[in-house]
């Protein structure tokens, strides 16, 4: 098959630097380029139960033509609850029965969920071996294949065990999410939202004319979100890689998306997209309500989400009675709490996001406690 077109960006990074190749149809002549960082080896796949009988043949098809012959994929199951100590302690297994030396190179075939755990196993296994991206949902092409933070969740909260650890390739073949769910396209849809909420006026306009063709799969508008945003996500980590400064604003929404998804238990009843999705309205209306932010920027910002068909208050998530006092307890495990303070992802309108540490408890409980209560 002959791609169509290929978007190449390149996340600048000095040693560590990558490209991210996006394309239709990408994936099925992406051979020689992953031969070339596995030096015509085998790469060791991992990849889920859905996405292996969809799109593991067209990888294995590539790489025989480049005359590397695949191993056999691990394959783990699919969703959230993956992404957790006891699955990582079975891929682990899984690698190091396979005798690696330190120049196996791992391939994330998959979500985002495939791509945490392979990465954290990439950046754990003999301290640390390559790793590839193929990211197969809106999700993992627009945001968790790029930029470095691997890792799984623990009892404790959301990715809270990880390390950042860069791919040394990305390939977003956008053909793979014509077998996506509408449900798990909606949901990347809200990370590629938050891009024009952080610092990209014009691309949220642009979306708010042309997310509906983004989430109906058109061929060109699905490629220039997933181009637009891995770029927005390169600039800010080529400047930011351990997040020591603006690479917090890609939390937008996430404080308060990471506790509402705790407290659903990680599972399938909330998407980490559709958590986004509710948090950023949250650190928008807090916005508005610390002054901060004119109500019609938060208005526009909840209308566009909730007209894709995005969740946009807890309460739209059926069937959960919502704690607040436990949702501000996983909150204050968040990884940007410093001295005891959380540090809140705020906006002044839309494009324009800050963070800000003085935000009074007070002033939370209210917002979380209208919020569960539908006001
Ligand atoms: N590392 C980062 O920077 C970063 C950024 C954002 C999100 N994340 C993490 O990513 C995870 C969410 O990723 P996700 O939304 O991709 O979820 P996911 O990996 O669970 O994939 C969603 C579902 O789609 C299925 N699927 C994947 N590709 C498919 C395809 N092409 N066709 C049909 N089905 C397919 C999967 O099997 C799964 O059931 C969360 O754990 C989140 O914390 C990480
Ligand atoms: O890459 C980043 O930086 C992000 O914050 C991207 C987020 O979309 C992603 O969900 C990330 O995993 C959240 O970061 P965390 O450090 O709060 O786990
Ligand atoms: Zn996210």
Known sequence: MTTSVTDTVRLDLGPR????????????????????????????????????????PTLERTLRETGVEPTQAIVLPAG?????????????DAILERGIERSAVLLALGGGVIGDITGFAAASALRGIDF????????????????????????????LIGAFHQPKLVIADTATLDTLPRREVLAGYAEVVKYGLIRLPDFFAWLEQNGPRVVAGDSDARR??????????????????????????LNLGHTFGHALEAATGFGARLLHGEAVSIG????????????????????RAR??????????????????EWDVDGLILSMAKDKKVKDGRITFVLVRGLGDAFTLRDVEPAQVRALLEDAVSGN
């Open 132 to 159: 590839i991206q193929v990211p197969t949902t809106l999700l993992s092409q627009v945001d968790s294949s790029v930029g470095g933070k691997t890792g799984i969740n623990s009892r404790h909260g959301k990715n």
């Open 280 to 299: 950023m309205v949250l650190a928008f209306d807090l916005s508005v309500r610390l002054g901060l932010c004119p109500a019609a920027d938060a208005d």
């Open 80 to 92: 959230e609850k993956t992404k957790d100590f006891a699955h990582f302690e079975r891929l682990m």
């Open 224 to 249: 220039y979100a997933v181009t637009a945003s891995c770029r927005a996500k390169a600039d800010i980590v080529g400047v930011d890689e351990r997040e020591s400064g603006d690479r917090a604003l």
């Open 17 to 56: 630097s990558y490209d991210i190749l996006v394309g239709d149809g990408v994936l099925a002549d992406a051979g020689p380029r992953i031969a070339a960082v596995t030096r015509g080896r085998a790469p060791i796949v991992v990849t889920d139960e859905n996405v292996a009988p969809l799109h593991l």
């Open 303 to 320: 209308a566009h989400l909730a007209g894709v068909g995005l969740p946009v208050r807890p309460t739209d998530v059926p069937g959960v």
